[in-house]
């Protein structure tokens, strides 16, 4: 079965520092990744997802992920964060013959220091 | 589009009190969702439908019930809340089409309490 781990439950960084939010998945077959952000007190949205081709992924607000399928894992990085990064994220696995189901991990909370 | 509403926004329920959770998309899509959020547990999926008529259940189904008459709503129903319902609940959908289920568009959330 698709699991999801996101070891950081909290990571503080001062900002204009970098940052990487951690994740690792396991599954049997071919998956799809995401990393959805979560703004206080709103729903989730997407910030990327890696489906096929380019193993490097990037987002309109400056993050990226890479997928590395020998190591399971799909890392969000930004080479420099700011205050209004601040959020909890959560990375995400649908398996390829189940992309009706997203399983998610436990998220990562993301506190910028000032 | 307004996107995916859910009403209402707090609750505060006695135990054994029974109350529904709306949630309607307006972007007419097949599939919908109902998580619950609780403190670092990430998302639980409860129910999910992938259209008008069809619903299956999810990780923690129990306690709860939903319908789909419709495609633009997909109400979740508490019978006999429970302590253990107190959650965040988000209603999310996606539209049919392989790379279109991959994004799932979120409403803000009910913020349920049981007392």
């Known amino acids: 079965a698709q699991s999801v781990t996101q070891l950081d439950s909290q990571v503080p960084v001062f900002e204009e520092a970098p940052v990487e939010l951690r994740c690792n998945y396991s599954s049997s077959v071919s998956v799809y990744l995401f990393w959805y952000v979560q703004y206080p007190n709103q729903g989730l949205q997407l910030l990327l997802k890696?489906?096929?081709?380019?193993?490097l992924v990037e987002s309109i607000n400056g993050f990226e992920a890479e997928f590395n399928k020998s190591q399971t894992s799909f890392h969000l990085r930004k080479p420099s964060v700011h205050i209004s990064d601040t959020a909890e994220y959560f990375c995400?696995?649908?398996?390829?013959?189940?992309?009706?189901?997203?399983?998610f991990g436990k998220g990562t909370r993301l506190h910028i220091l000032p | 589009n307004a996107g995916v509403t859910q009403t209402p926004k707090f609750r505060i329920l006695k135990i054994g009190q029974s109350m529904t959770l709306q949630c309607t998309q307006d972007m007419n899509h097949n599939y919908m969702y109902w998580y619950r959020q609780d403190p670092g547990m990430g998302l639980k999926l409860i129910y999910y439908?992938?259209?008008?008529?069809?619903?299956d259940k999810g990780e923690v189904p129990n306690g709860y019930n939903v319908s789909r008459s419709t495609t633009e709503d997909f109400p979740l129903r508490l019978e006999l809340a429970a302590p253990s319902q107190t959650s965040v609940y988000f209603c999310?959908?996606?539209?049919?089409?392989?790379?279109?289920?991959?994004?799932?568009?979120f409403g803000p959330g009910t913020r349920l309490t049981v007392l």
């Open positions: 999310a959908s996606s539209s049919a089409g392989t790379s279109g289920r991959l994004e799932q568009f």
């Open positions: 995400a696995v649908s398996e390829e013959n189940r992309d009706d189901k997203i399983i």
């Open positions: 890696y489906l096929s081709g380019s193993t």
């Open positions: 439908s992938v259209g008008a008529g069809i619903t």
